[in-house]
């Protein structure tokens, strides 16, 4: 890359970021990274967005069914739209569509060890979450799987990413990444951009937990609120919610941390909502924001009826534009898949210049200058 090339790549701001298509996207999802994606893609501060439908990567542990991957593609895009990606200000791609970026893991593959990847954080955390620890040597952990921080890193340099909207058990991947990009531009020249991880401003919806109160909201433990939910079904899952558990009788004094109805509360109508004011107006008018409901719960007096009404209410009131949206993108199916067609086109281009560059710099680019 020359001298130019560099000074332009590093003052370009380049938004990577993305998901795997196993499943529909859930409302943890969405304040932990959707939320903000729309936000940064409205502020227009950004010389490119790409945003991801990581198949590839969800295949590196569905490789034993690929239909599901598959017909995830669809629901992850229209996830996407009805949040309020725009296709006219971000690019909407398919991983595996892109041959680029298996050639760059390649390459990348030499300048991480076996036993780096093995003290990653997430990666230990997601061979433990799948049960690949337990399981035989013959049936252990897919090396796809295995090295697909390496993968992530790919995607983000592949693409000049600066920016990565992520939540933050995706932390270790994106230092991961910074990593590679250190140790390659110290052997072959700078060349690669360092990309910074962006966190959800609010702690409680960096990682919502789920409705049963287990630690997570994770599709494969079916805890989930999911965002194409309809308005009886988020209903439903909001008043079965795991609450505090000492908390039996309305006069009882209440915990409020650890409690999900309160984290979800905080996620979508604590300070840092944009409509939380609004929220309380109109749906709980005794309390003037979260902090007061808080306070109630805990001294006594406020039943878990009452609060689970109002989150209900809150997320209907959040869901209810997304329903919209993505009832006009399902009557055009051909629309979503040319959307995917040009994005993906458009950052496949974009990731071939990125692989030039790296093979100029590792000087095994034989038959161009």
């Known amino acids: 890359m020359s001298e130019a090339a560099e000074n332009k790549a590093a003052k370009r701001k380049v938004i990577l970021t993305g998901d795997r298509p196993t499943g529909r996207l859930h409302i943890g999802h969405y304040v932990g990274s959707l939320r903000e994606r729309v936000i940064l893609q409205n502020s227009g501060e950004f010389d490119d967005i790409f945003i991801m439908i990581a198949d590839a990567q969800a295949l590196t542990d569905n490789w034993d069914n690929p239909e599901k991957v598959r017909s995830n593609i669809m629901n992850v895009a229209l996830d996407y739209l009805s949040a309020g990606i725009d296709p006219e200000k971000a690019h909407i791609l398919i991983q595996s569509q892109i041959p680029e970026l298996p050639e760059l893991t390649q390459y990348y593959m030499n300048l991480v060890t076996v036993q780096r990847l093995q003290r990653n954080p997430t990666v230990k955390a997601e061979i433990k979450m799948r049960g690949f620890s337990e399981r035989e040597e013959s049936e252990g952990t897919p090396v ?3 090295c697909y921080p390496i993968s992530q890193a790919a995607d983000i340099t592949g693409f000049m ?4 909207p992520a939540g933050e058990d995706q932390e270790p991947m994106v230092e991961q990444t910074r990593e590679i990009v250190r140790k390659f531009n110290s052997i072959y020249g700078e060349t690669l951009v360092e990309p910074e991880i962006l966190l ?5 919806a960096r990682r919502l937990p789920g409705t049963d109160g ?3 909201m994770s599709k494969s433990l079916g805890n989930c609120i999911y965002l194409s939910d309809d308005e009886k079904t988020v209903k439903t ?4 919610m795991f609450t505090d558990p000492g908390h039996l009788k309305v006069s009882d004094p209440g915990k409020t941390d650890g409690n999900p109805v ?3 509360l905080e996620a979508f109508a604590g300070d840092d909502a944009p409509n939380a004011k609004a929220l309380f107006e109109e749906y709980a008018p005794d309390y003037q924001n979260l902090e007061e409901m808080e306070e109630h719960y805990r001294r006594g007096g406020l039943g878990d009826v009452k609060v689970k009404k109002f989150l209900n209410n809150v997320l209907q009131e959040t869901l209810r534009p997304l329903r919209e949206r993505r009832a ?3 009557k055009d199916p051909d629309r979503v898949m040319q959307i995917l067609k040009e994005g993906t086109g458009y950052a496949e281009n974009v990731a071939a210049n990125t692989l030039a560059s790296v093979k100029r710099a590792m000087r095994i680019s034989y038959f161009s200058v």
């Not at 959800?200 to 409680?204: A, E, G, L, T, Y």
């Not at 899952?237 to 079965?240: A, D, H, Q, Y």
């Open 144 to 146: 796809g799987f295995f």
């Open 200 to 204: 959800p401003k609010s702690s409680s």
């Open 161 to 164: 990413g600066t920016i990565v």
């Open 214 to 216: 287990k630690a997570k």
């Open 237 to 240: 899952k909001v008043m079965s």
């Open 262 to 264: 309160f984290i979800y």
């Open 328 to 330: 006009e993108y399902e």
